[in-house]
């Protein structure tokens, strides 16, 4: 007996690689791709003359925070929170132990920093230190000094660093940075933790 064969009809896909292209293309155009921002900082120019007149800083005059690769911080050979590391950070900067700075309103304990313009934080981590943990400790140093800008703008000023225009205050702006200049200086990354 003859079995009946029926010709299944074929779907036409010739048109299929002219849609598939055309939704690429659709996709393409009206996708937006989010982009890191990172951390700001801005490095400063490259000048070979400061490479070789590097005068030498006290030891007093640097700020050490350690992060090892558990996210635990060690702050002057003192472990402590990242909740602490901001006013520890201000102490540090804020201190006066010189006696050198008329505006600064630090403790002027003989064993911290001269001044701001002589306090350099020195910032080391762990290559096992989560990405987590090192941003929170960026954000940290960073915002020490911002809040000591602002008690100056504050008090010198009379109004908050943070709300100055960069355009209309530019020059009370430039002079703030200077009294308390951020000198967050990053080593290489370490790895001897876990």
Do not use: H
């Given at each position: 007996?003859?079995?009946?064969?029926?010709?299944?009809?074929?779907i036409?896909a010739?048109?299929?690689?002219d849609?598939?292209?055309?939704?690429?293309?659709f996709?393409?155009?009206?996708?937006t791709?989010?982009?890191?921002?990172?951390i700001?900082?801005?490095?400063?120019?490259?000048?070979?003359?400061?490479?070789?007149?590097?005068?030498?800083?006290?030891?007093?005059?640097?700020?050490?925070?350690?992060?090892?690769?558990?996210?635990?911080?060690?702050?002057?050979?003192?472990?402590?929170?990242?909740?602490?590391?901001?006013?520890?950070?201000m102490?540090?900067?804020?201190?006066?132990?010189?006696?050198?700075?008329?505006y600064?309103k630090?403790?002027?304990?003989?064993?911290?920093?001269?001044?701001?313009?002589?306090?350099?934080?020195?910032?080391?981590?762990?290559?096992?230190?989560?990405?987590?943990?090192?941003?929170?400790?960026?954000?940290?140093?960073?915002?020490?000094?911002?809040?000591?800008?602002?008690?100056?703008?504050?008090?010198?000023?009379?109004?908050?660093?943070?709300?100055?225009?960069?355009?209309?205050?530019?020059?009370?702006?430039?002079?703030?940075?200077?009294?308390?200049?951020?000198?967050?200086?990053?080593?290489?990354p370490?790895?001897?933790?876990?």
């Amino acid at each position: 007996m003859a079995r009946n064969k029926r010709a299944i009809p074929e779907i036409n896909a010739g048109s299929m690689a002219d849609i598939a292209f055309l939704l690429l293309i659709f996709y393409l155009v009206t996708t937006t791709m989010d982009t890191d921002k990172g951390i700001n900082r801005k490095l400063p120019p490259w000048d070979e003359d400061l490479e070789q007149d590097i005068p030498p800083i006290k030891e007093r005059n640097i700020f050490t925070v350690l992060v090892n690769s558990n996210d635990q911080l060690l702050v002057e050979d003192e472990y402590l929170e990242i909740s602490q590391l901001r006013e520890k950070a201000m102490e540090f900067v804020d201190n006066n132990g010189d006696g050198s700075c008329t505006y600064c309103k630090g403790y002027k304990v003989s064993s911290s920093s001269d001044n701001p313009d002589k306090a350099v934080i020195s910032l080391q981590n762990d290559r096992g230190t989560s990405y987590g943990m090192y941003v929170k400790v960026q954000n940290e140093l960073v915002a020490a000094y911002e809040d000591l800008r602002d008690k100056y703008a504050e008090e010198e000023y009379g109004k908050s660093y943070r709300g100055m225009d960069a355009d209309e205050d530019k020059d009370v702006i430039k002079e703030i940075k200077g009294a308390y200049p951020q000198k967050i200086s990053e080593a290489e990354p370490l790895n001897i933790g876990g």
